[in-house]
Nanobody, 123 residues
Framework: QVQLVESGGGLVQAGDSLRLSCKASGRSFRSYTMAWFRRAPGKEREFVAAIRWSGGSSQYADSVKGRFTISRDNTKNAGYLQMNSLKPEDTAVYYC????????????????WGQGTQVTVSS
């Protein structure tokens, strides 16, 4: 079993930066792909970024490429999402997910989810 807890969300202005953290319990986290998804008001949960267990491969949604960076530290059982140049359209609840060893962008492949952290970007 893996439990995930996100932190680091908040209210910022457009152009600011935030760093989200995902703390995992359970040794198996280190062997799983880790991802961030987000759900904006009135929208479906969407893929943001993902990173393989080794950290050697990552993917990003087109909307965040060049602005967001995903990373992980398996020695700390933790993952991160550095978000720069934030825009109002980045406003959403951000969720950490783990497991998927297939298509990293597919929500269905993730069996473990955190409770989410709110990110609000004002214009």
């Amino acid at each position: 079993q893996v439990q995930l807890v996100e932190s680091g969300g908040g209210l910022v202005q457009a152009g600011d930066s935030l760093r989200l953290s995902c703390k995992a319990s359970g040794r198996s986290f280190r062997s799983y792909t880790m991802a961030w998804f987000r759900r904006a008001p009135g929208k479906e949960r969407e893929f943001v970024a993902a990173i393989r267990w080794s950290g050697g491969s990552s993917q990003y949604a087109d909307s965040v490429k060049g602005r967001f960076t995903i990373s992980r530290d398996n020695t700390k059982n933790a993952g991160y999402l550095q978000m720069n140049s934030l825009k109002p359209e980045d406003t959403a609840v951000y969720y950490c997910a783990a497991q998927n060893n297939g298509d990293m962008t597919s929500r269905e492949g993730y069996g473990y989810w955190g409770q989410g952290t709110q990110v609000t970007v004002s214009s």
